[in-house]
């Protein structure tokens, strides 16, 4: 998912998204560790869509209590 599509979502999705990346990270990781994971790579992309939602969270609160200081 690319950094523009997660702008455009709301905050219950983007919630959303963390928690099915986290579980995902989680079920990739099991199955490296028994081996049972073909594309290794994928663990990587889904670090990546983990970072980028929070980062996107994390602009969004800067940017709320920016306008709440401004008020």
Same mark, same amino acid.
């Given at each position: 998912?690319?950094?523009?599509?997660?702008?455009?979502?709301?905050?219950?999705?983007?919630?959303? &998204?963390? !928690?099915?990346? $986290?579980?995902?990270?989680?079920?990739?990781?099991? =199955?490296? @560790?028994?081996?049972?994971?073909?594309?290794?790579?994928?663990?990587?992309?889904? &670090?990546? !869509?983990?970072? $980028?939602?929070?980062?996107?969270?994390?602009?969004? =609160?800067? @940017?709320?209590?920016?306008?709440?200081?401004?008020?």
């Amino acid at each position: 998912m690319k950094a523009s599509e997660i702008r455009e979502l709301s905050d219950a999705d983007l919630a959303q &998204k963390l !928690e099915d990346g $986290r579980a995902e990270l989680f079920n990739l990781r099991f =199955q490296m @560790a028994t081996s049972q994971l073909d594309n290794t790579a994928r663990v990587s992309t889904v &670090k990546h !869509e983990i970072a $980028r939602i929070l980062t996107e969270i994390r602009a969004r =609160q800067i @940017a709320a209590e920016k306008t709440a200081t401004e008020n």
